[in-house]
């Protein structure tokens, strides 16, 4: 992890964000505003985005929003002050990688990156993971189903490439857990949310599910 693009309105906030990621030797661009912060990242190349909720201009969730519908998949870890259930899961619905609440242990946050910059990058492989209508490009890192492309971002992308290639064995949410967070791991609503999204994307358009529910151990896919 190398370059960040800080979108933050609270100068305090963004100071001491400034002065811990720039004295491990990372390069931070700055946005005090929704509109700036969208236009910055679609311009550059970032490793990550932090990205706060409440802005001015144009809000985190709809920059967050517009990224993902212009093609964007930089991770976008939010960060805000609002810690209730719903405003993470609608975070999650706009296309946010990951979510910390304010005030946050700068450890902490710096560890979330990282486990998402790893995620993002990954082993980029030349290999095609196949199973049953499901078909993932490892070099480009696009999912398709029925050859029809899935707007996955890196997490859900992530969560897939494990359970294609578990499959048809079922994955434990403790095994997708480790994967995407490693020793990080947030609370339960955070997997439950980007399951949710995963399914929208793989089984919604579609008349039959493959991704199954294993009540009380994890998932699997389903081969039609």
């Keep these: 992890m190398k370059k960040i693009l800080l ?6 906030v963004a100071g001491i964000l400034f002065d811990y990621f720039e004295y491990l030797g990372m390069e931070l661009d700055y946005a005090d505003n929704g509109e700036l912060g969208l ?39 939010m960060l805000t002050a609002l810690d209730n259930r719903e405003d993470m899961l609608n975070g999650f619905q706009h296309g946010a990688d990951d979510y910390l609440t304010k005030p ?25 993971v196949q199973f049953g209508q499901i078909r993932i ?14 707007a996955l971002n890196p997490t859900t992308y992530t969560i897939l490439e494990l359970l294609c290639n578990k499959a048809p064995d079922v ?6 857990a480790e994967k ?28 039959t599910p493959m991704l ?7 998932f699997r896919l389903e081969e039609l």
């Design 104 to 128: 946050f242990d700068l450890e902490i946050l710096e560890a979330r990156m990282k486990a998402l910059v790893r995620r993002y990058k990954g082993e980029v492989a030349s290999a095609t």
């Design 212 to 218: 199954i529910t294993v009540p009380k151990i994890g």
């Design 7 to 12: 979108v933050e309105d609270n100068r305090e």
């Design 171 to 176: 994955v434990s949410r403790e095994e997708i």
């Design 39 to 77: 236009q910055l990242a679609l311009e550059g190349r970032f490793d990550v985005i932090l990205l706060d909720l409440m802005l001015p201009r144009m809000d985190g969730l709809t920059v967050c929003n517009k990224l993902r519908e212009a093609g964007n998949n930089t991770p976008v870890l």
């Design 180 to 207: 995407l967070w490693q020793e990080n791991e947030p609370n339960n609503d955070v997997l439950r949310s980007h399951i949710y999204q995963l399914r929208n994307q793989l089984d919604k358009p579609f008349p």
């Design 137 to 150: 490009d490892q070099k480009k890192r696009q999912a398709y189903r029925q050859d029809k492309p899935l």
